[in-house]
């Protein structure tokens, strides 16, 4: 029914409420053949609150990173294991963290210790 009504495959709304259920985005119930799926209202919250948080940074043409040590999203996927600072300019970022420079790490994050290694 939702793949009709947006005019998609099946196995493309399938794949998409894949992904949003790992991000905790929304969860299924299974009633018979069919799975109906509901938000997870608070983790939406969640999300509009980091999301008015990055648009209150001030944009730049150099690009601005602050760190996140705790963020409130946790997604089970491996990006969210990456940097979680807040790029105004994500194509800057080149690799994974423990691939950046010392002088990528100092521009970014302000020293030479890449935050995101911490927990590793």
Not at 20 to 26: K, N, S, T, W
Not at 30 to 52: I, P, Q
Not at 73 to 82: F, P, V
Request: hydrophobic share 25%; aromatic share 2%; proline share 6%.
């Amino acid at each position: 029914a939702l793949a009709h009504q947006l005019g998609v495959s099946e196995a493309a709304v399938s794949q998409h409420l894949r992904q949003l259920r790992e991000a905790g985005l929304v969860k299924g119930q299974k009633r018979g053949y069919w799975t109906h799926y509901m938000v997870e209202r608070n983790r939406l919250k969640d999300l509009a609150e980091v999301l008015k948080e990055l648009m209150s940074l001030p944009s730049s043409s150099e690009g601005l990173c602050t760190r996140n040590p705790k963020p409130k999203i946790d997604s089970r996927r491996e990006g969210a294991r990456m940097c979680e600072c807040k790029c105004q300019q994500p194509e800057k970022l080149k690799g994974r963290p423990e691939e950046c420079s010392p002088e990528q790490i100092t521009q970014c994050h302000g020293d030479t210790e890449h935050p995101c290694e911490d927990d590793r």
